[in-house]
């Protein structure tokens, strides 16, 4: 990296979710343990004890700085419940929309902070999922970058989908048609969420999809957690025909935030210690909503398969279903997933198809089982199965992308991904892609040179601005 003076104040505003946070958390990590850049980190008050104590070791284990700020969160949003300051604790994801408005009330505190440091300040990071940053970097001069939890793929399939009006040219949900770019990609609406599944996606949650994308358009650049070889020629189309330049630093997961010396081993690590065949780890993310039929359906399906299991749920979930079995272990607390997928005796995942999930599953080289729920999970179990090839896909009943699961389809698909031919064939692709996601981010890999660039990129904006005291 050349050397243009000191390292660069970075200011980092995760969108409120967890699956959203973790990833910017581990790039602080990485930042501070690089010895790259100093870190102020934007919040509100709910959200702050979980982004402390994730960084608690970091700060002891760093000597660069780091400050949390909590900016107080609006009150009396009307269907915002009081206290509700992350997209977990709302009580259905319909208000997702009042949410995201809700959190452009935050731009006047956030801007009094900006008046208090921007002078030292080199760049934000803010997630995709807060447009409204832009405007809040462009009048102090700072740039901004763009982060969005998703593949390139994804984004790159939506883009070409959405601007080509391939989605809403078909009569059927189900009628599959090709890209434009990407020809070999045969996509439908139902291949993904809301709007974008709906004849005329127009509305709230269209506008706002739009103002994002017209945000990160218009910044500095993109993040994107994933490494190049996963995805070239995805990550390629960002930048050859893209207005904001893409940089490739992932997979973020890779980038362990310590431990408290303190912290115990809990019961289901202990539990996955004493088995001695291999476990399907069995997870959906924390913002899923499933019916309590097709959890029944989960729980027959699991048992049936006759593997053991460790499935992670919610407690409301499990309050009137009981899973009577042996070889499987319910766990209805905060768990640490990438712990649990790189244990040895873990040998698949059942997932929605997060893009973290996904990366968690790649990273640990063990292969997944594609149920896609929600959002853009039903092109990351797209890329899972037809693209990278590291996993099998979840029958529905009626063919649908996300349709009822009934528990003989997830028995068969469990046993073809732990014991049949197909299952050991994308196990070995995860292998090899895990070896791979290690190989970019070590010292001289693809993703650890694309964060060494992108901070000379900040240091060069910073003189060009007429700075170089940070």
């Known amino acids: ?13 995760p969108f409120m979710s967890k699956g959203h946070t ?22 509100t008050p709910s959200n702050l ?4 104590e994730s960084l608690t070791a970091t700060t002891t284990t760093t000597t660069t700085d780091l400050s949390i700020v909590a900016l107080p969160f609006p009150q009396n949003i ?36 900006l ?42 399939v939506s883009r070409d989908a959405g601007m ?14 090709p890209l434009v770019r990407f020809p070999w990609i045969q996509i439908t609406r139902k291949d993904f969420d809301a709007p974008f599944d709906q004849r005329d996606p127009s509305g709230p949650h269209m506008d706002f999809i739009i103002q994002c994308s017209t945000a990160t358009q218009n910044s500095f650049g993109l993040l994107a957690n994933t490494f190049y070889e996963l995805e070239p020629i995805y990550a390629d189309y960002f930048n050859n025909d893209c207005k904001a330049r893409a940089w490739s630093i992932g997979p973020l997961c890779l980038t362990k935030l ?3 010396f303190d912290e115990k081993k809990k019961p289901w690590m202990e539990w996955l210690d004493r088995r001695h065949g291999p476990v399907l780890y069995v997870a959906f993310g924390s913002q899923v909503q499933i019916p309590s039929a097709q959890l029944q359906e989960i729980a027959l399906g699991l048992v049936s398969a006759e593997v053991s299991f460790l499935w992670v749920a919610k407690k409301s979930e499990m309050n009137e279903l009981d899973v009577e079995t042996e070889r499987g272990l319910v766990v209805t607390e905060w768990v640490d997933q990438e712990e649990i997928l790189e244990h040895p005796s873990v040998g698949g995942f059942l997932s929605h198809c997060g893009w973290n999930s996904v990366l968690d599953g790649i990273c640990a080289g063990v292969p997944i089982l594609a149920w896609p729920m929600m959002a853009e999970q039903g092109l990351n179990a797209k890329m899972v199965v037809e693209e990278i090839k590291v996993g099998l896909r979840v029958e529905t009943v009626d063919g649908k992308a996300k349709g009822f699961v009934s528990a003989e389809s997830l028995r068969r698909g469990v046993r073809e991904l732990m014991e049949g031919g197909k299952g050991g064939e994308v196990r070995e692709k995860a292998k090899e892609i895990a070896a791979a996601a290690i190989k970019a981010t070590s010292e001289g890999g693809s993703s650890w040179n694309a964060l060494n660039s992108l901070i000379d990129e900040i240091q060069r904006q910073k003189q060009i601005n007429g700075s170089t005291s940070f």
């Open 22 to 43: 973790i990833p910017l958390l581990h790039l602080t990590h990485l930042l501070l343990h690089r010895g790259l850049a100093t870190v102020t980190i934007f919040t």
């Open 78 to 113: 009307p269907g915002i419940p009081t206290g509700a300051e992350s997209t977990d604790k709302l009580p259905s994801m319909s208000l997702f929309i009042p949410f995201v408005r809700a959190l452009e009330l935050l731009q006047p505190s956030f801007e009094k902070e």
């Open 258 to 260: 310590p431990k408290r």
């Open 1 to 13: 990296m050349a050397p243009l003076s000191s390292n660069p104040h970075i200011v980092m505003f």
């Open 164 to 177: 080509n009006g391939l989605l809403w040219a078909h009569e059927s949900d189900n009628g599959a048609v």
């Open 115 to 156: 008046e208090r440091i921007h002078a030292r300040v080199s760049c934000i990071i803010s997630d995709g999922f807060l447009p409204w940053t832009l405007a809040s970097a462009s009048k102090f001069g700072i740039p901004r970058l763009s982060f969005y939890g998703m593949s390139h793929y994804a984004m790159a």
């Open 49 to 52: 004890p979980f982004i402390s």
